[in-house]
């Protein structure tokens, strides 16, 4: 049962830095591709960033680029996302997730870490 874990959420003052995390355990994750997302009160949960965990290759939103990144340690099974410059928009929940089915859609989530970002 794959599990994902978050941590490294709270709050910061705009153009503050946080860093997130979310340990894995139960799966192979060098055949996943890793995400985050978030969700800001009343609106839909959106894409972040991503990365596949066996090559590195990553992806981003419009909003976050060049202010986010997003990395992983294989020896730790721990994808982190660096959040620097934030601004109020950025304030959300933000999810950890896992697709393990490079066709299919993301298929395990983590519980969910609040950003909250003070202008």
């Known amino acids: 049962q794959v599990q994902l874990v978050e941590s490294g959420g709270g709050l910061v003052q705009a153009g503050g830095s946080l860093r997130l995390s979310c340990v894995a355990s139960g799966g192979t994750f060098s055949r996943y591709r890793m995400g985050w997302f978030r969700q800001a009160p009343g609106k839909e949960r959106e894409f972040v960033a991503a990365i596949t965990w066996a090559t590195g290759f990553t992806s981003y939103a419009d909003s976050v680029k060049g202010r986010f990144t997003i990395s992983r340690d294989n020896a730790k099974n721990t994808v982190s996302l660096q959040m620097n410059t934030l601004k109020s928009e950025d304030t959300a929940v933000y999810y950890c997730?896992?697709?393990?089915?490079?066709?299919?859609?993301?298929?395990?989530w983590g519980q969910g870490a609040q950003v909250t970002v003070s202008s």
């Open positions: 997730a896992a697709r393990t089915n490079p066709a299919g859609e993301y298929d395990y």
